[in-house]
């Protein structure tokens, strides 16, 4: 027997059965090791035997390790197909290592798409593991774990901050920049005159040749005094432009387009992703429905660029063919496996729909779209420029025509139109009357906020994280109370800024872009075997601990709110303090004090319990996580984790609960 093991455990049904009986598909369920919490400062790594890493089995993993052990044992030869990426590579490895698989009984294999012909060609091209690839992940995560708990340690220690880091930190700090440079922007008055006729508008825009600006209303008036009913036609321009079609999605440009049209966050987007990769159940058949979703490569393989050519002219006609597109270079993008794709492209969003739940239907139509249409040819538009003058003062009306839709026939669900119809200037012989002209008062805006969507436009523009990355720093920035969403828009709390600012005074040399950027840069070369992993490591630690010692010794301690109440033991004054479970009340004298204030927190029963009729109420587990359980424990052990509706299950009298607007049983699998 043959063993493949894999990431997921929702991909070893699909690959099991392109395999047969002679292949046994078991899942890693992910990382089954990492650094230890061990050695100098807890990091995990001994920084003088050249950053030497100790990795210990992850919390809950020892039953899983012990039965791949007991999988290999029984097995003739084992191939290690993890996901095709730096991440995964590292995860055969750590599979190699602590499972003692022999040197000539394992194979690594990589695919793309998880379909019977990918798997079967992935087997057909076995390799050892890419040590290159595990070492400048393995540097990745060492550089994370040292910035993050030693920036972390000082921000919980100085400041209300919970967490700094490599990649994170620097977001945030684009978010907090911003802010200030919106806070900084005086505007400016500024004034239009918009000339209104029957069939269309037009707008002022210069005096004679010269670009005409109105700061205020005097100026306004001055022109309007100076306009008649009558405007002269002075041209009429057409020209017919090509607007460009679109390249298939990266990771980024996923979650943007994904963020912007369904209103989804990048991490759910990649979520769903993963289901649509990891294997749709089709009736006939389980099969990824596209391919691997962390990728910075537009690129697609030359037998989808040629199936989807045959498609296109069978589908909407020859002239409807386009060519491959190049992107544009960036030096950040890796171009390890190819741009997100439908495996099939015969596989319309139409025909699995039924398969899909709205959410994989979307995300699933939008990624075939966009494939489809990044090979169709360009959308041709017929731009109109009219000129009107009146008494030297030149208005300007715009339009444009779409004259050949192009990829806009695959993708025009997902593209805004621009369509502006114009009339029949001929019939208007040479001028055009009114008395209606409009005028209004604006103000110059400030740059806007961040969105989720522009923010993973920025850092990947900026070099910063990579395609993993992105949706893991949202999420974190929002879980730490770095920034609050408001109309989609990232805006910094005071928590937020108070850690950029302390960050930069201590670290400006380091928590930037720039130093990121690098840092990103490196960890591909020594990828490529181009860069010494232990030099990167050495060099940045001689210049990252000085900091860390110096801010520790430095940097000014954020001092507790004051609650105006004195203690009742020592008479010394309360004070709000952050704990691990969040804020509580306590004595300003600490430790020689060690009173904590009690809240009383009342207490309101949710529903009656079905087992003993007790009320159920909120309640916490000792890490702070809300879940819903009997008053009358130990006595009675109901607990829930979703909210209880009060309602009895038809089926098995359990209560029913209620999680994003889904009523189930708490206990058989029924659904309201």
């Not at 030096?331 to 039924?354: C, G, Y």
Request: aromatic residues 10%; proline residues 3%.
């Amino acid at each position: 027997m043959k063993l493949v093991i894999v990431e997921s455990p929702a991909k070893t049904h699909t690959i099991g059965a392109y395999l047969g009986s002679d292949y046994k598909v078991v899942s890693s369920k992910g990382h089954i090791r990492d650094l230890s919490t061990t050695g100098k400062y807890g990091l995990g790594v001994d920084i003088e035997n050249d950053f030497k890493p100790n990795y210990v089995a992850i919390s809950g993993k020892k039953r899983d390790i012990t039965a791949l052990k007991k999988d290999i044992k029984a097995s003739d030869f084992v191939y290690l197909a993890t996901d095709p990426d730096r991440e995964g590579e590292a995860i055969s490895w750590h599979l190699y290592d602590a499972l003692d698989i022999s040197e000539d009984k394992y194979d690594r294999i990589v695919f793309n798409e998880i379909t019977k012909p990918a798997v079967k060609e992935a087997l057909n091209h076995p390799r050892k593991i890419d040590f290159n690839l595990v070492k400048s992940q393995e540097t990745r995560r060492i550089l994370d774990r040292i910035i993050g708990f030693r920036l972390s340690k000082l921000m919980q220690s100085k400041t209300g901050g919970k967490s700094a880091g490599r990649v994170q930190s620097v977001a945030l700090k684009l978010i907090v920049d911003r802010e200030r440079e919106i806070e900084a922007f005086i505007p400016e008055e500024y004034w239009t005159v918009t000339a209104k006729f029957k069939e269309f508008d037009s707008v002022l825009e210069k005096y004679k040749k010269d670009k005409l600006e109105l700061h205020n209303e005097d100026e306004v008036k001055e022109v309007l005094s100076k306009l008649g009913e009558d405007y002269k036609i002075e041209s009429i321009s057409q020209k017919e432009k090509n607007r460009s079609g679109v390249m298939p999605f990266t990771t980024s440009t996923l979650q943007q387009a994904c963020i912007n049209k369904f209103n989804y966050n990048s991490s759910k987007v990649m979520s769903v992703a993963q289901k649509l990769y990891e294997g749709i159940n089709l009736g006939s058949e389980t099969v990824g429905l596209i391919t691997y979703m962390r990728t910075d490569s537009t690129r697609l393989s030359p037998i989808f660029i040629n199936d989807t050519f045959e498609y296109i002219k069978n589908t909407f006609g020859n002239e409807y063919v386009g060519a491959v597109k190049k992107g544009k270079k960036n030096e950040n993008v890796q171009d390890a496996h190819e741009a997100i794709r439908p495996t099939s492209i015969h596989r319309t969003p139409e025909s699995v729909k039924s398969y899909l739940s709205s959410d994989e239907y979307k995300i699933y139509s939008i990624i075939y779209a966009r494939a489809l249409a990044s090979l169709m040819k360009d959308a041709k538009i017929l731009a109109t420029t009219v000129i009107l003058d009146n008494n030297d003062y030149k208005f300007k009306t715009t339009g444009q025509i779409l004259t050949f839709d192009g990829f806009l026939k695959a993708y025009k669900d997902y593209s805004v139109s621009n369509d502006i119809i114009l009339p029949d200037f001929n019939k208007y012989n040479g001028v055009v009357s009114t008395k209606n002209v409009e005028t209004e008062q604006k103000f110059t805006k400030p740059v806007s906020r961040y969105t989720e969507a522009t923010l993973i436009e920025e850092m990947e523009e900026l070099g910063i994280g990579r395609p993993s990355t992105y949706a893991t720093t949202m999420k974190t920035l929002k879980d730490r109370d770095y920034v609050k969403v408001e109309e989609k828009k990232f805006h910094p709390t005071e928590m937020g800024i108070e850690t950029t600012d302390k960050l930069q005074e201590f670290f400006s040399n380091i928590i930037n872009v720039e130093y990121t950027a690098t840092m990103e840069t490196d960890l591909d070369k020594i990828a490529d075997q181009n860069l010494d992993n232990i030099k990167v490591l050495k060099d940045f630690y001689q210049d990252f601990e000085p900091l860390v010692a110096k801010a520790f010794q430095d940097m000014e301690k954020k001092a507790p709110k004051l609650t105006g109440e004195n203690c009742p033991e020592c008479g010394n004054e309360l004070v709000i303090r952050k704990g691990r479970y969040g804020e509580f009340t306590a004595c300003s004298n600490y430790p020689t004090c060690k009173y904590i204030k009690q809240e009383k927190k009342e207490i309101v029963a949710i529903c009656k319990c079905p087992k003993c009729s007790g009320d159920i109420v909120e309640k916490k587990t000792r890490k702070g996580k809300i879940f819903y359980g009997c008053n009358n424990y130990p006595k009675c052990d109901t607990a829930l984790w979703d909210l209880p509706t009060g309602e009895l299950c038809p089926e098995c009298s359990s209560l029913l609960t209620t999680k994003k607007d889904v009523i189930k049983c708490s206990s058989c699998d029924y659904t309201k």
